[in-house]
């Protein structure tokens, strides 16, 4: 059965004091603010990294250190099943429990469907959906044991998905990356309804976010997408961290499966 929380004044529901946060690819953009508002709210947070320099990952250390809650990174790249179900259990034990994972990691390539090379396809599909996948489970099964152990009622998983999921953008070419986001959004419709007993599931939808995903395009198509944006400009990172805290909290506590989309209007036209 779901989980129901009492009734108490609204702001306590935000709180996430004394629980522990994973987000994978936390050390930019999207995962790093998602990671900073689960902190701000007082969980204790862990992030993985792939491919951060050791100088960038000190800068991050000491952000969180600042916020005066509990914080480690993992380098760990979550294609690798085995080295995220390590990971996972390895957060277990050095914070000795978790509550809320965010599987997030994602990368875009951009060409044209016609020529997307193997080894392009599999890399969108390895880390956007297979990664995400083996994140959830690893989170699953942590969830499974510490509420049989009676430390946790219910486990929390946002996944990071994307307005591609539902509509094609236009102009850039990004056809499996769509695609893997669809999946990913199927994915946490079916694993919520699954695992409704022991961990709550739903994911968030963001559009157009200023991020190094984006930097990469040629400024045509940026200024094309603020045509087609009603808000008229992109969202900074830090616009998605009170998204994140809501469906890692109680506050969402009868949000089962549902995709939030963040795009300043840009999926309704
Ligand atoms: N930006 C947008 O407009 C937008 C819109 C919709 C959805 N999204 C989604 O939001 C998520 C985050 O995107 P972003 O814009 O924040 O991207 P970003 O700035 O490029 O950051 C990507 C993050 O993922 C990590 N990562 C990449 N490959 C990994 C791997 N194999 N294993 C573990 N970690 C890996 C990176 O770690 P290192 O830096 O250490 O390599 C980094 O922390 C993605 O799932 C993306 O698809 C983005
Ligand atoms: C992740 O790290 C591996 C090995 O360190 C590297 O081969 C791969 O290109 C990295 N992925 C990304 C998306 O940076
Ligand atoms: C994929 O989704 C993006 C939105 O993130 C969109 O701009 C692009 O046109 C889509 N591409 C295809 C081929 O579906």
């Given amino acids: 059965m779901l989980y129901q929380v009492a009734e108490s004044p609204v702001?306590?529901?935000?709180s996430l004091?004394?629980?522990v946060s994973l987000v994978t690819g936390g050390s930019r953009g999207i995962g790093l603010a998602a990671a900073i508002g689960l902190a701000e709210a007082g969980s204790d947070v862990a992030i993985t990294y792939n491919s951060s320099s050791d100088e960038h990952m000190k800068e991050i250390i000491a952000k969180f250190e600042s916020l005066g809650i509990k914080f480690k990174a993992y380098k760990c790249n979550v294609v690798n099943k085995k080295d995220i179900t390590e990971c996972v259990e390895q957060v277990v034990k050095d914070f000795g429990r978790l509550d809320v994972v965010v599987p997030?990691?994602?990368i875009a390539v951009h060409e044209p469907a016609e020529d997307f090379t193997e080894d392009d396809y599999?890399?969108?599909?390895s880390v956007n959906l297979d990664g995400a996948y083996y994140t959830a489970q690893a989170a699953a099964n942590a969830f499974k044991k510490q509420k049989q152990q009676g430390t946790l009622i219910q486990g929390k998983i946002v996944f990071t998905a994307s307005v591609s999921s539902a509509i094609v953008n236009f102009p850039q070419k990004q056809a499996p990356y769509n695609a893997s986001k669809a999946g990913l959004v199927r994915l946490c419709k079916c694993l919520a309804v699954e695992w409704v007993d022991f961990a709550r599931v739903n994911a968030i939808s963001p559009g157009f976010i200023a991020t190094d995903m984006l930097d990469v395009h040629p400024k045509e198509n940026r200024d094309f997408w603020?045509?087609?944006i009603p808000?008229?400009?992109?969202c900074q990172t830090h616009e998605l961290k009170g998204a994140y805290v809501f469906l890692a909290s109680d506050a969402s506590s009868y949000v089962v499966g549902e995709e939030l989309i963040i795009g300043g209007?840009?999926?309704l036209i």
């Fill in 11 to 14: 702001l306590s529901l935000f």
């Fill in 226 to 228: 603020m045509s087609v």
């Fill in 265 to 267: 209007g840009y999926s």
């Fill in 104 to 106: 997030n990691a994602g």
């Fill in 231 to 234: 808000g008229k400009r992109h």
């Fill in 17 to 19: 004091k004394g629980q």
């Fill in 122 to 125: 599999r890399k969108t599909m």
